[in-house]
């Protein structure tokens, strides 16, 4: 499946969402296997195996190609979109990015910006701009987690 084509996937699944399921947000859709689909949902009072399996049977004839996997995305939360980066700026995130920014493709630190085009993200030596275009993946990072600022093995600073 092309990536084109998991993004018409990913709209269809959205417009059914909207139909049936409003207060319920795709945040990712994730070829997992070769014949599974992921989908990482979420919505304010939170996800539980009701949900999951309500999304499930209105997905139903995705099931003739697909075993699709309903979750919620857990404290690592994926950020997909501008308005889920603009809801977590001032928060730990982790960017990856597809080419070489600033030397790195992967970028760990607080959410310091978020716009429509781009993010900006502090790994403790200042922000850096990461265009939305060049992110392939990024997620928000446990708050439990040490805070200290630590050295990682692929060069950036844990901040």
């Avoid at 996937?9 to 139909?19: A, F, M, Y």
């Avoid at 309903?70 to 501008?82: D, H, I, Q, Y």
């Avoid at 630590?150 to 600073?157: C, I, K, L």
């Amino acid at each position: 499946m092309s990536d084109a084509e998991l993004q018409q996937l990913q709209e269809t699944i959205e417009s059914r969402l909207r139909d049936s399921e409003p207060d319920v947000e795709l945040l990712a859709l994730e070829r997992a296997a070769s014949e599974r689909l992921r989908l990482v949902i979420d919505r304010s009072d939170g996800v539980d195996i009701a949900l999951c399996e309500r999304v499930t049977g209105l997905l139903r004839d995705l099931l003739v190609d697909w075993s699709l996997e309903v979750s919620s995305p857990g404290p690592e939360r994926p950020l997909t979109k501008p308005e889920h980066f603009r809801r977590f700026v001032g928060r730990r995130v982790r960017v990856k990015t597809r080419k070489d920014i600033a030397g790195h493709r992967s970028f760990t630190g607080r959410l310091t910006d978020a716009g429509e085009e781009s993010v900006s993200v502090d790994s403790g030596e200042g922000p850096v701009s990461i265009p939305l275009a060049a992110v392939r993946r990024s997620n928000l990072l446990d708050a439990g987690g040490d805070d200290a600022q630590t050295p990682r093995a692929n060069g950036e600073v844990r901040s």
